[in-house]
């Protein structure tokens, strides 16, 4: 089993309210990324580090924001939950360097914005 | 247009019947082909990873890319009800950034 944690496993909470969805892995892996899964529909990328101090957006439009100060930890944070922002979201992390490709998924937060 | 074009299904099948499930994709510079399962209330984990063109066997999986039609496909033999779940296929340039489809529910019927 691979060692991604994320916290918390569902989560509902008010328009409004800031959030920080948390992620952490233990691997030493430098690339973590941060996907939003809806049913039927695809992962998508919101947001993606390749290291401490490297963040980049994704190809999704995101409100949320991210930091990596250390290696093993990616938090995600709403300043402003929303209803739209009603989804699962998936951590993962990936070994560096060129043609490794194998993400170890968390195993997600369910997000309801009520 | 989609990068990635999956059929969601679901797919409904026997106990011990071959599946086949597959995906097309639209830019030719893909170089990496995964297939990923996820079970419901888990996270996806990697199945079967292709490099280039051709075909990959592990036990009962077989993966195959054929680069010229831009198809790739997953096929399980003597499917068992331990495999229903999503199956997603996933593809990426250099390794970096993943593209996904958006998974085939697959239940086997025991």
């Known amino acids: 089993e691979a060692d991604i944690y994320q916290t918390p496993r569902y989560l509902v909470i008010g328009t409004g309210k800031k959030i920080t969805l948390e992620c952490s892995q233990t691997?030493?892996?430098?690339?973590m990324y941060w996907y939003q899964q809806d049913p039927g529909m695809e992962l998508h990328l919101i947001h993606y580090?390749?290291?401490?101090?490297?963040?980049e957006k994704g190809d999704l439009s995101s409100e949320s924001t991210v930091s990596r100060i250390r290696t093993e930890h990616f938090p995600l944070t709403l300043e402003s939950a929303r209803p739209s922002h009603t989804s699962q979201y998936l951590c993962?992390?990936?070994?560096?360097?060129?043609?490794?490709?194998?993400?170890?998924f968390g195993q997600g937060t369910r997000l309801t914005v009520v | 247009q989609k990068e990635v074009e999956q059929d969601p299904g679901p797919l409904s099948v026997p106990e011990g019947a071959i599946v086949s499930l597959n995906c097309t994709y639209s830019?030719?510079?893909?170089?990496?082909f995964m297939w990923y399962r996820q079970y419901s209330r888990k996270g996806p984990e990697l199945l079967m990873y292709?490099?280039?063109?051709g075909n990959k066997e592990d036990g009962r999986f077989t993966a195959q890319v054929d680069k010229s039609s831009k198809y790739i496909s997953l096929f399980i033999r003597d499917s068992q009800p331990s495999d229903s779940a999503t199956y997603l296929c996933?593809?990426?340039?250099?390794?970096?950034?993943?593209?996904f489809g958006a998974g085939t529910i697959l239940r086997v019927k025991s």
């Open positions: 993962a992390s990936m070994k560096g360097g060129a043609g490794n490709t194998e993400a170890f």
């Open positions: 292709t490099y280039s063109s």
């Open positions: 830019n030719s510079a893909f170089q990496y």
């Open positions: 691997m030493g892996h430098d690339k």
């Open positions: 996933a593809m990426s340039l250099q390794g970096n950034k993943l593209v």
């Open positions: 580090s390749y290291g401490v101090n490297s963040t």
